[in-house]
């Protein structure tokens, strides 16, 4: 699927966009199963927020709790902004929710038939995974308005293997532009040191500093500005973030993790999956 010259590029970048990658009618399939599961929360049973941060506090157990348990089932995140000062939610339900994760991918048919294939399994070979297992399925909003900012960070550092392999597959669900948050990448930064980790420790989770390279600013960075269909895939090491969406348009993208099963996977990852629900690859 790749040609020699796109192999390089990822080598050499740490990232290969491919316009096209998905149909629009895959697109809109996807869309509307991720706003049926948005619109069907339970808003009364759950109001978590997505924060990798959010360690304290008084509802910390409980929030830690719901989000290690999305390891292995479909559950919805708010955005921190979600909330006005009364708790009441400032938008519609449906333009609340920060994302949908952890395990879409085996737990839903349509994004199980989203995240699968000779067409994926053939670009993860030539970007050198040679038995994939996709770890987890994260559907983003980035809601109109409150759409929050994703802080740079490097997957690796959540999906840590010995060597690294974990590969990101980001999906545009819709056409993601500087107006309404699109992400920014460093070329070349996956071959900088790996800054952080987000560990599992018993029941919580942490972040630990590893190296004090900085992240990239907008000097080194660029944004990655593209239409929906296309698959941005990246080196788990490659430094990247997004801004906040303060546009009236919704920025929806869709992202897989995927590591290689030869290569060992640390068991104090955050990400584990129970004993009868294991892991699965492409195909
Ligand atoms: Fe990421």
């Not at 709790?65 to 902004?81: T, V």
């Not at 990101?168 to 699109?182: I, K, M, Q, R, Y």
């Not at 992400?183 to 070349?188: A, F, L, R, T």
Request: net charge negative.
């Amino acid at each position: 699927m790749l040609t020699n010259e796109q192999k390089c590029e990822f080598k050499d970048n740490g990232f290969i966009v491919l316009p096209g990658f998905k149909s629009t009618a895959e697109i809109s399939a996807l869309k509307s199963r991720a706003n049926d599961i948005a619109a069907a929360h339970d808003f009364s049973a759950s109001q978590e927020v997505f924060s990798t941060d959010r360690q304290c506090g008084p509802q910390a157990d409980k929030v830690q709790d719901y989000f290690l348990k999305s390891a292995n089932e479909i559950r919805c995140f708010f955005e921190e902004k979600a909330f006005g000062t009364d708790g009441n939610l400032v938008q519609p339900l449906e333009q609340s929710i920060n994302k949908i994760g952890h395990a879409m991918h085996d737990l839903d048919p349509v994004f199980s038939a989203f995240s699968r294939g000779n067409k994926l399994a053939t670009l993860a070979a030539d970007v050198g995974l040679k038995q994939t297992q996709i770890w987890q399925s994260m559907y983003i909003f980035k809601q109109p308005r409150i759409g929050g900012e994703v802080g740079w960070h490097q997957d690796t550092g959540f999906f840590y293997t010995t060597p690294q392999s974990v590969t990101t597959f980001w999906f545009a669900v819709d056409d993601a532009t500087l107006e309404n948050g699109c992400i920014w990448v460093e070329p070349g930064g996956h071959k900088s040191p790996l800054r952080q980790r987000f560990v599992r420790d018993g029941r919580k989770t942490k972040l630990i500093d590893l190296d004090t390279t900085p992240w990239p600013d907008t000097k080194t960075a660029i944004p990655v500005e593209v239409k929906a269909g296309t698959l941005v895939c990246f080196n788990g090491m490659l430094p990247h973030y997004s801004a906040p969406n303060t546009s009236d348009k919704a920025r929806h993208a869709y992202t897989l993790h995927v590591t290689d099963a030869a290569n060992d996977y640390a068991p104090e990852n955050w990400m584990q999956r129970s004993k009868d629900f294991p892991v699965r690859g492409f195909v």
